[in-house]
């Protein structure tokens, strides 16, 4: 099967979208003997499309563990105009200004639309919204006559980024949808979507070099001995809850001084932020927190491996891949009561839910869970029962390939009729 996918940015930009079509690309190449070609931008990250970030990959195709690559020129010229556009008609609820908030946001990139219609394909699949490649996917499956599957990722209590009309209409026209979790599918349902046209399929973590990994370094590297470790590991996104967490330490320092917190993950505009909030800090606070930028995969398995609890504060996500791969390391969560995160985490079976925001009850859950060593290992070892059964890439890849195969072949029967 040959199967075209659109993404935002792909390997070596950062991100949990990328990662996802990264991952599913190349186990669909691997385990299924598709023929996979991704179209995508020169951006390392999202803000490059508004002009907030001036990095940038070489433009043109290359190939990347069996996947054929392009990466095409986007245009960030117009951000500054169409953010004022959009900001005004979004403030006065205006006409289009769902249409506005999504030109801003981009990727502006004729490249990608021309390289999606050029490229032979049995099925185009694009991710994620509100991004205005999703409608490059479905033009492209217009013009060619080809079925077109959105892998949407919303974030609903997002109300800028996904409450957009032109959002639920995209998704009305394309051959399938994949929700996330059942969250997502009931959100979706509610809006008007059909029920036969979503099918929930979870996202996926490579279990081995977590279930592998040695945590003895890390904690060689920062002295750290066995004290009870927090860690943090994810994009440094404002919504993440970094913030919260670095608050929430302060609390649980009262009572457990000997606690020692790691926050590693992809730098963003937010990270100054993070480093002023842990500058504030004192000095002999400071010793007690460590934070790593832009480690690589392998350093990521040996940080959840050296850390006793997990927490990930963020006030909204579409599955929460960082979860997985926590558990994957045997490690309990903490996660929040939004968004999806409670579909993910089965509260004090694999993990602890907190309110979002709430320093207090963050604070509460990492001393309850540092004190109590049995019950980390329960929670941990239930998670990670539930990433083997269901959350590997191999499983994830085949509901995928399935999929796809079913609306190729629906495709087929209608092109025959």
Not at 96 to 116: A, C, E
Not at 153 to 160: A, E, I, T, V
Not at 204 to 233: M, N, T, Y
Request: aromatic content about 8%; charged content about 20%.
């Amino acid at each position: 099967m040959r199967v075209v996918h659109l993404v935002q940015g792909y390997s070596p930009a950062i991100g949990g979208t990328e990662s996802v079509i990264q991952r599913l690309s190349e186990h669909l190449v691997a385990d299924h003997n598709d023929s996979v070609t991704v179209i995508t931008t020169a951006a390392m990250s999202g803000g490059a499309f508004v002009g907030l970030d001036p990095r940038r990959l070489p433009v043109g195709i290359e190939a990347i563990n069996g996947v054929r690559v392009y990466r095409q020129p986007f245009f960030a010229g117009h951000a500054a105009i169409s953010g004022l556009l959009q900001r005004a008609a979004y403030r006065f609820r205006l006409p289009l200004n769902d249409v506005l908030r999504t030109i801003w946001q981009g990727p502006v990139s004729p490249g990608m639309l021309r390289r999606v219609l050029t490229c032979e394909a049995d099925v185009i699949a694009a991710s994620s919204f509100p991004l205005l490649h999703m409608w490059y996917a479905l033009w492209a499956g217009e013009v060619k006559r080809r079925p077109v599957v959105l892998i949407g990722g919303l974030h609903p209590d997002d109300q800028w980024g996904f409450d957009r009309g032109c959002i639920i209409q995209a998704i009305k026209q394309a051959d399938a949808y994949v929700a996330y979790t059942t969250y997502e599918r009931d959100y979706l349902i509610g809006k008007g979507i059909s029920p036969s046209a979503i099918t929930v399929i979870g996202a996926g973590v490579d279990p081995e070099p977590f279930l592998k990994a040695d945590g003895a370094e890390i904690r060689w590297r920062f002295g750290w001995g066995d004290s009870p470790v927090v860690a943090f590991v994810g994009q440094h996104a404002e919504h993440k809850g970094i913030d919260t967490l670095i608050s929430a330490m302060a609390l649980v320092w009262q009572e457990r001084p000997d606690t020692r917190l790691l926050i590693a993950g992809a730098s963003t505009p937010f990270t100054p932020r993070l480093e002023s909030l842990i500058s504030a800090l004192g000095p002999d606070v400071r010793t007690r927190v460590a934070f790593l930028t832009n480690i690589p995969e392998i350093e990521k398995a040996q940080v959840l491996a050296a850390c006793d609890i997990f927490a990930h504060p963020s006030r909204y996500e579409s599955f929460g891949i960082a979860f997985l791969e926590a558990w994957a390391a045997g490690k309990p969560v903490i996660g929040c009561r939004a968004g999806a995160t409670p579909f993910v985490i089965a509260d004090r079976r694999d993990g602890i839910l907190v309110a979002p925001g709430s320093e207090a009850e963050l604070a509460k859950a990492i001393v309850h869970l540092a004190g109590d060593a049995a019950l980390r290992r329960r929670l941990g070892e239930n998670g990670r029962a539930k990433v083997l059964a269901n959350f590997t890439w191999s499983e994830v890849s085949r509901e995928f390939h399935d999929l796809y195969a079913r609306v190729v072949a629906r495709s087929g029967k209608r092109s025959t009729a």
